[in-house]
């Protein structure tokens, strides 16, 4: 029997529901533990300029990246954390070394934790912060160090982040360590600034963007899954820009879709708010539209993992699903659509969102970002897409 995938949502940014942060599905069945070992630090030569930081691919279930925090003391090392680098939120949390002290059982137990006697740049903020999530919470206090981003030579000054004492059962079997946002300062707890905003505001960036590009590759892990580029864009990677569209609110990456369908974009055309999240493995929006394109696709709904199912056989032939987004028709193209959750029965990346008619409407999650390119503008306040230019070896 296959494991579910478990929906994380409304992730409570603030006292409000429309702040909400939704992050869900993650890969089917056992994951690896020590993650940060398999998937280590690499350097590049390129040192001017942009920087790309390489990022796991799991099954194009969830993409994820190494990150240290800390300046280590002469008898100790670097500490490594495995986290989701996600547009989705705004703030840094990673498990602190109390996590799971007096508990055997404690969803900290495999985790790197953090170790503040080990540094000698940590400071101290002490304020509490708590991140509840519709399956569990991160809890602890803050504090301030030097973070740094694996194979750049990024590294941000009195970076403030969540020491968690306390995190949900939900992770205990989840590769990651914890959570980076980067999403803008409105939507973070205490109002923390992100990590990439304190990169622009410290003139470590050579431009206030950064980019994302994730690769698709089916079945296979991939240590190398895509980049996330900072300080600018990613040409190696990434086609010409062929649009910017202007954020309705800077807190999320936050814009307006006009509609959406298979044969044509204006199948659905309510005019909805959506958001780019890197944090969310499928693509979400209103039950009954989402449940009408399933079906236009000839999708079962397997009740039991809460998913849409199409048989991988039949993957390939798939159309398109097209978006109009900034007066431009876009389409996804059926292998960014599907994940493979076992060797014959594939997930259709669609999901329900019911938000009660707070917050957005839409998250269009990785199989969007697989697509295309995105090219976040801080100062601007605006996101541009370019079509990804997939590895030409990975099929079905």
């Known amino acids: 029997m296959k494991h579910s995938l478990i929906h994380l949502f409304f992730l ?23 993650a940060t070992q398999k998937y280590g630090l ?16 799991f099954r194009d279930f969830g993409y994820f990246g190494n990150i240290t925090l800390g300046t280590p003391k002469e008898s100790t090392n670097d ?15 990673v498990p602190d070394n ?14 790197n934790k953090y170790i503040m006697s080990d540094s000698s740049s940590y400071e101290k903020d002490g304020r509490p912060f708590s991140i509840s999530y519709g399956t569990g919470s991160a809890s602890g206090y803050l504090g301030k160090d030097t973070l740094c981003f694996s194979d750049t030579t ?11 004492s306390s995190i949900a059962p939900f992770f205990a079997n989840q590769e990651i360590d914890g959570i980076l946002g980067l999403g803008f300062t409105d939507l973070a707890v205490n109002k923390a600034p992100p990590p990439f905003v304190n990169a622009v505001d410290q003139g470590l960036v050579d431009e206030p963007i950064f980019t994302v590009y994730l690769e698709h590759h089916g079945r296979d892990r991939a240590p190398s899954g895509g980049y996330f580029t900072y300080g600018g864009e990613d040409p190696d990677h990434c ?12 807190a999320y990456w936050q814009f307006n879709m006009q509609g959406i369908g298979l044969e044509n974009s ?25 449940q009408a394109i399933a079906k236009k696709y000839g999708a079962s709904y397997d009740e039991f993992n809460d998913s849409y199912i199409v048989p991988c056989s039949k ?26 959750s076992d060797a014959t029965e594939c997930d259709l990346t669609l999901f329900d969102m019911y938000g009660g008619g707070f917050g957005p409407s839409w998250i269009l999650g990785d199989p969007f970002i697989r697509q295309f390119c995105n090219i976040h503008d801080i100062k601007n306040k605006r996101i541009g897409l370019a079509h990804s230019k997939q590895p030409e070896d990975v099929t079905f």
């Open 315 to 340: 993957a390939k032939n798939l159309p398109a699903l097209k978006l109009k987004i900034n007066d431009m028709e876009l389409q996804i193209d059926p292998i960014n659509l599907i994940a493979h």
């Open 239 to 250: 086609g010409e820009i062929i649009t910017w569209i202007p954020l309705t609110k800077a």
């Open 98 to 111: 109390s996590c799971g002290a007096n508990d055997a059982n404690s969803a900290c137990k495999h985790k």
């Open 42 to 57: 690499r350097r590049f030569d390129r040192f001017l300029g942009a920087q790309h930081q390489h990022v796991a691919d």
């Open 12 to 34: 409570l940014g603030s006292l409000f529901l429309c702040d909400a942060k939704y992050q869900i599905r993650v890969e089917r069945g056992k994951l690896i533990k020590h």
């Open 154 to 164: 990024l590294c941000i000054k009195s970076q403030v982040f969540g020491q968690a």
């Open 266 to 290: 204006n199948e659905h055309t309510n005019g909805w708010e959506v958001i780019s999240d890197t944090g969310t493995s499928f693509i979400g929006g209103p039950g009954s539209v989402i």
């Open 79 to 93: 500490q490594t954390f495995l986290v989701v680098l996600d547009t989705g939120s705004s703030n840094l949390w």
